[in-house]
């Protein structure tokens, strides 16, 4: 069976520091993968997702950046972090070549950044 | 952009029926309605995906009006574990992976 990691759980960072948050899956492959961002009682908004090593396509303008080093590891990046980074963040996947509806997704258990 | 819109939040006694409305009054002809939930601080829940027809699976049925504006989720048995945000959501035609995630509705399971 298919599982998903993501770590840590938890992370407070001053602002201005690095981060980096680490996504992997288990038992499929080429899968797609979704980094999400969630504001406290609000609903999920996709930063970036990738179909493929090293294929990364951005949604939304902002001090992040993600890679995808190996076809199951998905990782999020900032060399600076802001305040407004703080929230609770999401990696997900999706299955490889399954045809519609492709937004079956699979969430991992989230990161909760705080950034102070 | 379809979008959902769905009441912030709703109370259910446990045991009953929880029917959760939404209205997606501009969603295109090819575009699924999906739901999911999110129990507190954990990854959202796929429960269930519907284009025209009514769905059922082992978590819920979905119900879609005709004229698919609108459709109810419903979870036949509600538990106190079903207390979570419910998010009702379709996806954009012009983006192939984007999902327009709204607010949801907090579904309080009571005993």
């Known amino acids: 069976s298919q599982t998903i990691h993501q770590w840590p759980a938890t992370l407070v960072q001053p602002v201005g520091s690095p981060l980096s948050l680490e996504c992997t899956v288990e038992?499929?492959?080429?899968?797609?993968l979704y980094w999400y961002r969630q504001a406290a009682g609000r609903g999920l908004q996709l930063l970036f997702y990738?179909?493929?090593?090293g294929q990364i396509s951005s949604e939304v303008p902002q001090n992040l950046s993600a890679s995808r080093p190996q076809d199951r590891q998905f990782i999020l990046s900032s060399k600076k972090l802001l305040l407004s980074d703080s929230g609770f963040y999401l990696c997900?996947?999706?299955?490889w070549g399954q045809g519609p509806p492709w937004e079956k997704l699979f969430f991992g258990s989230g990161t909760q950044l705080s950034v102070l | 952009d379809a979008k959902t819109t769905q009441p912030p939040s709703m109370d259910c006694a446990e045991g009953r029926a929880a029917n959760l409305p939404c209205n997606h009054s501009t969603i295109s002809g090819n575009e699924y309605v999906y739901w999911y939930r999110q129990i507190h601080s954990q990854g959202p829940q796929y429960i269930i995906h519907g284009l025209k027809n009514n769905e059922t699976n082992e978590m819920a049925s979905l119900i879609i009006t005709e004229d698919r504006k609108s459709s109810t989720l419903i979870l036949p048995h509600a538990t106190l574990r079903d207390t979570a945000v419910y998010y009702c959501i379709v996806r954009v035609v012009a983006s192939n992976y984007q999902l327009i995630w709204g607010a949801g509705t907090k579904l309080i399971i009571k005993p």
């Open positions: 997900a996947w999706t299955p």
């Open positions: 038992g499929t492959s080429n899968p797609n």
């Open positions: 990738s179909v493929g090593i």
